[in-house]
């Protein structure tokens, strides 16, 4: 049933709340196909189901109804053990308040769930340590979150994300928070992990961000209603760099 090409799909995912007149679809019978290296945005008006969905492709939430497959395997009907491994090895989260533990330094926010999922200590620390060169927040290791910029947080929370190596992240409006400047640090990081082949997905409100994508989704009433293909990548990371002056 599944395309193999596609590292996430979903095939009728609905999320209903109430019942009778006060039914609301969040989410209404939702057919996706994310192949693997894309970077995907999806946008809609508010309450329109976006953060409900990505919470559904990342087992955050189960479906009323449908099915969720990531990497060919079905997982909507895991138990909440089998969700909870899922998401340790295979889905990395990015959320617009960071979501950083604030007694933690960088590195050890990022080293979390390296040990949760059970590597060594060492190799733990040298994975973070590696993250945070790359995000160029080597610098940054000891600090606080309270002592970073936004951006530098979401920077954090974005390698954090990416600790065990993630098939696919899943970003719910991860500049939402930001101001230009910082917005630019994170589009430049995911135009990075974009460029070294990175499944993303992310929802976001922002038109500017969306174009940065490869492909761009629009959701009305728990619906896909668009579905364009765009060109994406470093050119467009150029015109926002342009708007920053």
Not at 28 to 35: Q, R, S
Not at 114 to 131: E, F
Not at 205 to 215: F, G, I, L, N
Request: net charge neutral.
């Amino acid at each position: 049933m599944t395309d193999f090409d596609a590292v996430l799909q979903s095939r009728g995912l609905s999320r209903y709340h109430g019942q009778g007149e006060s039914l609301v679809r969040a989410v209404d019978e939702v057919d996706l196909d994310v192949p693997a290296g894309q970077t995907l945005a999806i946008m809609g008006p508010s309450g329109c189901g976006k953060s409900t969905l990505l919470h559904l492709l990342g087992g955050l939430e189960r479906p009323t109804d449908g099915e969720v497959w990531l990497a060919g395997r079905r997982i909507d009907h895991l138990n909440e053990r089998g969700l909870a491994r899922m998401r340790r090895r295979s889905i990395g989260f990015v959320f617009q308040n960071f979501h950083l533990v604030e007694e933690l330094s960088a590195r050890e926010n990022v080293e979390l769930p390296a040990l949760l999922a059970g590597r060594s200590s060492r190799a733990a620390r040298r994975r973070a340590a590696d993250l945070l060169e790359r995000i160029g927040l080597g610098d940054r290791t000891r600090h606080l979150p309270w002592e970073l910029s936004g951006g530098q947080r979401q920077r954090v929370a974005i390698a954090r994300a990416l600790a065990n190596e993630p098939l696919v992240l899943l970003a719910d409006e991860p500049t939402g928070n930001l101001d230009t400047a910082a917005t630019i640090e994170v589009l430049r990081l995911f135009a990075d992990l974009r460029a070294a082949g990175q499944t993303l997905v992310m929802v976001t409100h922002d038109e500017r961000v969306a174009s940065t994508a490869d492909r761009l989704v629009s959701m009305h009433d728990g619906r896909f209603v668009g579905d364009t293909r765009l060109a994406g990548g470093t050119g467009r990371l150029g015109d926002l760099i342009g708007l920053d002056g």
